[in-house]
Nanobody, 119 residues
Framework: QVQLVESGGGLVQAGNSLRLSCAAS????????MGWFRQAPGKEREFVAS???????YYADSVKARFTISRDNAKNTAFLQMNSLKPEDTANYYC?????????????WGQGTQVTVSS
Protein backbone atom coordinates (compact mmCIF):
# COMPACT_ATOMS: atom_id res chain seq x y z
CA GLN A 1 0.00 0.00 0.00
CA VAL A 2 1.36 3.42 -0.99
CA GLN A 3 0.28 6.57 0.79
CA LEU A 4 0.37 9.86 -1.09
CA VAL A 5 0.34 13.17 0.76
CA GLU A 6 -0.16 16.39 -1.16
CA SER A 7 0.78 19.86 0.01
CA GLY A 8 1.20 23.35 -1.38
CA GLY A 9 -2.35 24.32 -2.24
CA GLY A 10 -3.84 27.66 -1.32
CA LEU A 11 -5.48 30.88 -2.45
CA VAL A 12 -3.70 32.97 -5.09
CA GLN A 13 -4.56 35.75 -7.47
CA ALA A 14 -4.76 35.12 -11.19
CA GLY A 15 -1.38 35.30 -12.88
CA ASN A 16 0.51 34.05 -9.84
CA SER A 17 2.14 30.68 -9.20
CA LEU A 18 1.88 27.73 -6.84
CA ARG A 19 3.94 24.58 -6.42
CA LEU A 20 2.27 21.39 -5.31
CA SER A 21 4.16 18.52 -3.76
CA CYS A 22 3.24 14.87 -3.43
CA ALA A 23 5.22 12.73 -0.99
CA ALA A 24 4.97 8.98 -1.49
CA SER A 25 5.51 6.31 1.16
CA UNK A 26 7.29 3.70 -0.93
CA UNK A 27 10.88 2.59 -1.37
CA UNK A 28 10.18 1.81 -5.02
CA UNK A 29 9.06 5.32 -5.93
CA UNK A 30 11.25 5.38 -9.03
CA UNK A 31 9.20 2.53 -10.55
CA UNK A 32 5.94 4.50 -10.37
CA UNK A 33 4.38 6.83 -12.85
CA MET A 34 3.16 9.89 -10.97
CA GLY A 35 0.40 12.23 -11.97
CA TRP A 36 -1.90 15.04 -11.03
CA PHE A 37 -5.63 15.23 -11.55
CA ARG A 38 -8.08 17.93 -10.51
CA GLN A 39 -11.77 18.19 -9.75
CA ALA A 40 -13.75 21.40 -9.70
CA PRO A 41 -17.17 21.62 -7.98
CA GLY A 42 -19.86 20.02 -10.11
CA LYS A 43 -17.34 18.63 -12.59
CA GLU A 44 -15.69 15.29 -13.16
CA ARG A 45 -12.12 14.63 -12.12
CA GLU A 46 -9.78 15.40 -15.01
CA PHE A 47 -6.19 14.59 -15.90
CA VAL A 48 -3.69 17.43 -15.54
CA ALA A 49 -0.18 16.03 -15.96
CA SER A 50 1.94 12.91 -15.51
CA UNK A 51 5.56 11.82 -15.45
CA UNK A 52 6.58 8.22 -15.99
CA UNK A 53 9.43 6.21 -14.48
CA UNK A 54 11.94 7.43 -17.08
CA UNK A 55 10.88 11.05 -16.91
CA UNK A 56 8.61 11.43 -19.91
CA UNK A 57 5.96 14.05 -19.25
CA TYR A 58 2.41 14.48 -20.51
CA TYR A 59 0.02 17.40 -20.07
CA ALA A 60 -3.60 18.27 -20.63
CA ASP A 61 -3.96 20.87 -23.37
CA SER A 62 -5.47 23.32 -20.88
CA VAL A 63 -2.26 23.49 -18.82
CA LYS A 64 0.48 23.06 -21.42
CA ALA A 65 3.15 25.77 -21.27
CA ARG A 66 1.87 26.88 -17.84
CA PHE A 67 2.31 23.80 -15.62
CA THR A 68 5.41 21.65 -15.20
CA ILE A 69 5.48 18.23 -13.57
CA SER A 70 8.71 16.86 -12.12
CA ARG A 71 9.96 14.27 -9.66
CA ASP A 72 12.77 13.80 -7.17
CA ASN A 73 13.32 10.06 -6.76
CA ALA A 74 15.78 10.59 -3.91
CA LYS A 75 13.00 12.30 -1.91
CA ASN A 76 10.11 10.10 -3.13
CA THR A 77 8.32 13.27 -4.15
CA ALA A 78 6.55 14.55 -7.25
CA PHE A 79 5.88 18.20 -7.95
CA LEU A 80 3.53 20.33 -10.01
CA GLN A 81 4.73 23.85 -10.72
CA MET A 82 1.75 25.95 -11.75
CA ASN A 83 2.42 29.32 -13.37
CA SER A 84 0.12 31.95 -14.87
CA LEU A 85 -2.78 30.58 -12.89
CA LYS A 86 -6.30 31.30 -14.06
CA PRO A 87 -9.61 31.25 -12.17
CA GLU A 88 -10.58 28.17 -14.17
CA ASP A 89 -7.66 26.32 -12.56
CA THR A 90 -9.57 26.42 -9.27
CA ALA A 91 -10.09 22.83 -8.12
CA ASN A 92 -9.08 20.17 -5.66
CA TYR A 93 -5.82 18.71 -6.97
CA TYR A 94 -5.11 15.02 -6.44
CA CYS A 95 -1.83 13.18 -6.71
CA UNK A 96 -1.92 9.75 -8.33
CA UNK A 97 0.50 6.87 -8.64
CA UNK A 98 0.61 3.71 -10.70
CA UNK A 99 3.04 1.08 -11.88
CA UNK A 100 1.08 0.93 -15.12
CA UNK A 101 0.31 3.93 -17.34
CA UNK A 102 -1.45 7.16 -16.49
CA UNK A 103 -4.02 8.52 -16.96
CA UNK A 104 -5.92 5.29 -17.66
CA UNK A 105 -4.67 3.38 -14.63
CA UNK A 106 -4.41 4.75 -11.11
CA UNK A 107 -3.38 2.46 -8.26
CA UNK A 108 -3.21 5.06 -5.49
CA TRP A 109 -4.74 8.47 -4.82
CA GLY A 110 -3.82 11.22 -2.41
CA GLN A 111 -6.39 13.03 -0.31
CA GLY A 112 -6.25 16.20 -2.40
CA THR A 113 -5.18 19.79 -1.89
CA GLN A 114 -7.35 22.78 -2.71
CA VAL A 115 -6.20 25.41 -5.17
CA THR A 116 -8.28 28.58 -5.46
CA VAL A 117 -7.44 31.25 -8.01
CA SER A 118 -9.16 34.62 -7.61
CA SER A 119 -9.70 37.01 -10.50
Amino acid sequence: QVQLVESGGGLVQAGNSLRLSCAASTRTFSSYSMGWFRQAPGKEREFVASIDWIGRTYYADSVKARFTISRDNAKNTAFLQMNSLKPEDTANYYCAATQRLLPDHVDYWGQGTQVTVSS
